[in-house]
């Protein structure tokens, strides 16, 4: 078992930046991308951006120039930094994690409000 947990979230206005992060423990050996999904109510969850371990990135179209993933494999810790936050963000994100890649570990889920 993996288990995740986020940090980060909260409120801000439209514009302003937040960072979120997500620290992996137990059973990571294997574990082959970290990255964050969102659901914003009414929706469907959706990637956000994700992060192999071979250094590879992949962003949502919506967060591309915007957001920043990253990752500390040394702390098996990802972060996601937001900037030119929209209202349309809001969302609860939740941290990905994928063990050998077919097991997928979630995070509790941050809330992130962004007012307009």
């Known amino acids: 078992q993996v288990q995740l947990v986020e940090s980060g979230g909260g409120l801000v206005q439209a514009g302003g930046s937040l960072g979120l992060s997500c620290a992996a423990s137990?059973?990571?050996?294997?574990?082959?991308?970290m990255g964050w999904y969102r659901q914003a109510p009414g929706k469907q969850r959706e990637l956000v951006a994700s992060a192999t371990t071979g250094g590879g990135t992949n962003y949502a179209d919506s967060v591309k120039g915007r957001f920043t993933i990253s990752r500390d494999n040394t702390k098996n810790t990802v972060y996601l930094q937001m900037n030119s936050l929209r209202p349309d963000d809001t969302a609860v994100y939740y941290c990905?994690?994928?063990?050998?890649?077919?097991?997928?570990?979630w995070g509790q889920g941050t809330q992130v409000t962004v007012s307009s």
């Open positions: 990905n994690v994928v063990k050998n890649l077919i097991f997928n570990y």
């Open positions: 137990g059973s990571i050996f294997g574990i082959t991308a």
